[in-house]
């Protein structure tokens, strides 16, 4: 939050978040928070990857399929696509 109070780009936000990844042990829940706040912040990319991580993790959450859904159609990504829709 502070980087995004200090008007920091979107790539500067998103290595303050994935460095995060590499200091702990995170977990599914954690990997779908960190996707969330990078995608809102313009890390789309960088989120879907960590949906799809999330899912391998924990593949019966909804949520990874379902916010990746959202971002695939914004970005008309067909891949994207097919991977939330399919699971």
Do not use: F, H
Request: charged letters at 30%; a negative charge; proline letters at 3%.
């Amino acid at each position: 939050l502070a980087l995004r109070a200090e008007g920091s780009s979107p790539a500067d936000v998103e290595r303050a978040v994935l460095s995060l990844l590499d200091l702990r042990d995170i977990d599914a829940t954690g990997m779908l928070t960190m996707a969330k706040y990078l995608a809102e912040n313009g890390s789309e990319a960088r989120a879907m990857k960590l949906y799809k991580q999330a899912a391998v993790l924990e593949p019966t959450r909804p949520e990874a399929y379902m916010n990746a859904l959202d971002i695939a159609q914004r970005r008309m990504d067909v891949e994207g696509l097919k991977w939330a829709a399919l699971g």
